[in-house]
């Protein structure tokens, strides 16, 4: 109760003790932070296991957002800390990693070793750097955000017809996109589609902005010039989603991903220390993965965290929030049909 309550309903720790004393049960904040850290231990293995399906297939978006946290040698200044978000659109499952940092370092320590495929992403100069690095070069690539790029140009709206311009040109592969998902076309009707009908826009987009950046119409200080400069800076990461059927034209999956701590931030406003930032991930990884697949978190922790004490190694499998809907759901399927065997049984 007390992990939904503050990573599902974000509700700040002083809240939920003056909750359980009106209750007539007082639970000091310290023991219900010690309970949150016993939960993150227990959950820990099976966030190996969804860490796993996350990088599986080669295929993840990224985005990052900063937490502020205690630090003791700050003398009493907030530190600042990231939580880092990845998910895989293709399986739909998200995870949550806590570092201090916002460096290239940070991903080489979160991204499997072995990892090679497609990293899709804001323009943030870590990621180029990561990719650059001897132990993964050549073995992954950016993918670029379309709502970013969209978003320098709804700015510069104001500017004149050029920024408008472009933005209808991005109207018009959001509305094939819109199209696709309505037919749920599968990969390659996808991949088929942008090249037949989102290719020459894009070319289009690409001319026009290099004729407008040639031209120096727009100062490049000015709203209208630095969407220039971004587009064309990201425009090889712009152009990854029309040769691959499963790449998103944006990374919005993820940004939607991080928006529930979002929330959070507002409400608890800091995290306690650097070590509470894992668990905070662990838990967040936990509850995102239940909301993706419409499971009240409260019952499957009620339940895992009962079962965990005498399952093996081998048996977590079953208890990852993918794994525990599709039993819930068999069961019921199984119960529904028992019951309507014997309802015909009875007529």
């Not at 990088?55 to 700050?74: H, L, W």
């Not at 894992?278 to 895992?304: H, K």
């Not at 399952?311 to 929030?321: I, R, S």
Request: proline share 5%; aromatic share 8%; net charge neutral.
């Amino acid at each position: 109760h007390t992990a939904s309550s503050h990573f599902e309903l974000h509700l700040p720790y002083y809240r939920i003790e003056q909750m359980y004393a009106r209750l007539g049960v007082p639970i000091p904040r310290q023991t219900l932070c010690g309970w949150m850290g016993m939960t993150h231990e227990a959950c820990s293995l099976i966030i190996e296991q969804i860490k796993r399906d996350v990088f599986q297939g080669g295929y993840v978006m990224a985005d990052e957002t900063p937490v502020k946290y205690q630090d003791p040698e700050r003398k009493g200044v907030c530190g600042t800390g990231y939580l880092w978000v990845f998910h895989n659109p293709v399986r739909n499952v998200s995870l949550f990693a806590w570092r201090t940092g916002r460096g290239a370092t940070c991903l080489e320590n979160i991204v499997p070793p072995d990892f090679q495929g497609i990293i899709q992403c804001d323009g943030y100069s870590a990621y180029d750097a990561f990719i650059k690095t001897p132990a993964r070069a050549g073995r992954i690539e950016l993918a670029g955000c379309m709502a970013h790029m969209r978003r320098k140009f709804f700015e510069a709206r104001d500017e004149g017809e050029d920024p408008q311009w472009v933005l209808a040109q991005v109207q018009q592969l959001y509305q094939i996109e819109a199209r696709l998902r309505e037919a749920r076309a599968g990969p390659e009707e996808v991949l088929s589609t942008r090249q037949e009908h989102s290719t020459p826009i894009m070319a289009a987009i690409k001319a026009r902005l290099e004729q407008l950046q040639a031209s120096h119409r727009h100062r490049p200080r000015s709203l209208t010039g630095e969407a220039l400069s971004y587009a064309l800076n990201q425009w090889p990461k712009l152009l990854v989603f029309l040769g691959d059927g499963r790449v998103q034209i944006d990374s919005n999956l993820v940004e939607n991903t991080i928006r529930p701590s979002a929330i959070g931030k507002k409400n608890w406003l800091f995290i306690g220390d650097a070590n509470a930032g894992e668990r905070s991930a662990i838990l967040y990884t936990i509850i995102e993965a239940c909301r993706s697949r419409s499971i009240d978190p409260w019952e499957y922790l009620r339940d895992v965290l009962t079962r965990l004490p005498a399952m093996t190694n081998q048996q977590l499998d079953e208890v990852t929030p993918e794994a525990w809907a599709k039993a819930r759901s068999t069961c019921k399927r199984s119960t529904v049909q028992h019951s309507a065997a014997q309802n015909q049984a009875a007529a």
